[in-house]
C-alpha cells in the first residue's frame, strides 16, 4: 500500500497527491477503527479470562474442603464401626452373665 501511495504522489502531480493522502487517510482510520476493535476484544477477553480464573481458583478451594470433609468422615465412620464391635462384644458378654445369673436362680 504504501508503494502505491508514494507513486500516486510521484507520477500523479498535483491529483495524485490529493489522491495519496485520500488513500493514506482511509488505511489510517481503518487501521486505527481495526486497533480499536482489537483492543477492546483483548480486553473483554482478558476481563473472562480472569473471572474464569477466579472460578477455578474457588473450585479448587471447595474441592480441598470437600476432600478433607470426605476424610473426617471416613475415619469418624471407621471408629463408630469399632465402637459398634465393642458395644456388640458387651452386649454378648451381658448376655452371657444373665443366662449364667438366670441358670443359677432356675436351679433352686
Known amino acids: 500500500m504504501e508503494d502505491v501511495i508514494t507513486q500516486l504522489a510521484q507520477n500523479g502531480g498535483p491529483l495524485g497527491v490529493i489522491a495519496a493522502g485520500v488513500v493514506y487517510l482511509i488505511i489510517y482510520f481503518q487501521r486505527k477503527q481495526t486497533s480499536e476493535k482489537r483492543n477492546d476484544d483483548t480486553q473483554v477477553l482478558n476481563e473472562k479470562i480472569a473471572g474464569l480464573n477466579a472460578e477455578i481458583t ?26 459398634i464391635k465393642d458395644i456388640k462384644i458387651t452386649l454378648n458378654n451381658m448376655a452371657l452373665a444373665l443366662e449364667r445369673i438366670a441358670a443359677k436362680y432356675e436351679d433352686k
Open 58 to 83: 474457588q473450585l479448587k478451594n471447595e474441592k480441598q474442603l470437600l476432600e478433607k470433609d470426605v476424610n473426617y468422615l471416613m475415619n469418624e465412620t471407621t471408629g463408630i464401626k469399632e465402637d
